[in-house]
């Protein structure tokens, strides 16, 4: 017997890390491009840019000082670090 799931809408979290020149990816293309690109300054151009749009992009004090940022997933929040994230 088939039975409908609910399942919650995501855009805005795909949003948050796709979107055309404010998502995270997008981004982290654009610090990989420049010569000056670093990991700080790619958390800096994330505070900056992805803390004013997204209610899904959580960044603390104490996250600020680590490189670290968190993303609200369908699953609650998850902690990402930005070291080496141009490296890869």
Excluded: M
């Excluded at 796709?18 to 420049?34: A, M, P």
């Excluded at 505070?47 to 490189?67: E, G, K, L, P, W």
């Excluded at 968190?70 to 990402?80: I, K, L, M, R, T």
Aim: glycine letters at 4%; charged letters at 25%.
């Amino acid at each position: 017997l088939w039975k409908f799931i609910p399942f919650p809408d995501n855009q805005d979290v795909l949003d948050l890390i796709d979107k055309s020149r404010t998502g995270i990816l997008q981004i982290l293309d654009e610090q990989c491009i420049v010569d000056w690109g670093t990991d700080k300054k790619f958390s800096l151009s994330l505070y900056s840019t992805c803390d004013n749009i997204s209610q899904r992009f959580h960044v603390s004090a104490a996250q600020r000082v680590r490189n670290k940022f968190a993303v609200e997933h369908y699953a609650g929040f998850v902690e990402y670090s930005t070291e080496n994230w141009l490296e890869k």
